[in-house]
T-cell receptor, first 114, second 113 residues
Framework: AQSVSQHNHHVILSEAASLELGCNYSYGGTVNLFWYVQYPGQHLQLLLKYFSGDPLVKGIKGFEAEFIKSKFSFNLRKPSVQWSDTAEYFCAFNSNQAGTALIFGKGTTLSVSS | NAGVTQTPKFQVLKTGQSMTLQCAQDMNHNSMYWYRQDPGMGLRLIYYSASEGTTDKGEVPNGYNVSRLNKREFSLRLESAAPSQTSVYFC????????????FGSGTRLTVV
């Protein structure tokens, strides 16, 4: 079955610390990969996405992610987090077919202390 | 503003009551989706409609029905609400061009008492 595994349920960091959130997907074919963020009380916002090409993808707010096909991974990184990055982060993917739905991981809650 | 509109934003139901969650998009997208979000569970797919006239079950369809009324609208119905259906429901849409990805609505917070 198609699935996404996010390694960390809750991450606590101090401001200026570096961030890496792990994500692995389970699917044997071509995929599109996404990271979404949900700030407290708000709906989902797209951070970045990977469809093809350069496996290092840069998104909004200084986030980036690297697709490693051999590891079925799409980890999210940020060199220096801010208090405003406190949110829940979701990794998701879909297969490269029209109309297919996004499959989400269970999410990682990031708490950044100032 | 172009996007996905969900109504209502909040709803409280009694066990056994029925209701329909409405979703409309004005981006001429082909595909539409209903998810529910529960703490620690991420977003789970309830139903989806890959194109107008088609609907398919997702991961957690039990207790729900859907209607793809036209290309714009995709409604989710709870025939007999149960406390286990207390959740936040998100509608999403996606065009044929995968570039923009998926567009999500702002959600409906449903409480069943």
């Amino acid at each position: 079955a198609q699935s996404v595994s996010q390694h960390n349920h809750h991450v606590i960091l101090s401001e200026a610390a570096s961030l890496e959130l792990g994500c692995n997907y389970s699917y044997g074919g071509t995929v599109n990969l996404f990271w979404y963020v949900q700030y407290p009380g708000q709906h989902l916002q797209l951070l970045l996405k990977y469809f093809s090409g350069d496996p290092l993808v840069k998104g909004i707010k200084g986030f980036e992610a690297e697709f490693i096909k051999s590891k079925f991974s799409f980890n999210l990184r940020k060199p220096s987090v801010q208090w405003s990055d406190t949110a829940e982060y979701f990794c998701a993917f879909n297969s490269n077919q029209a109309g297919t739905a996004l499959i989400f991981g269970k999410g990682t809650t990031l708490s950044v202390s100032s | 503003n172009a996007g996905v509109t969900q109504t209502p934003k909040f709803q409280v139901l009694k066990t056994g009551q029925s209701m329909t969650l409405q979703c409309a998009q004005d981006m001429n997208h082909n595909s539409m989706y209903w998810y529910r979000q529960d703490p620690g569970m991420g977003l789970r797919l309830i139903y989806y409609s890959a194109s107008e006239g088609t609907t398919d079950k997702g991961e957690v369809p039990n207790g729900y029905n859907v209607s793809r009324l036209n290309k714009r609208e995709f409604s989710l119905r709870l025939e007999s609400a149960a406390p286990s259906q207390t959740s936040v429901y998100f509608c999403a849409s996606r065009g044929a061009d995968r570039g923009p990805g998926y567009t999500f609505g702002s959600g409906t917070r449903l409480t069943v008492v």
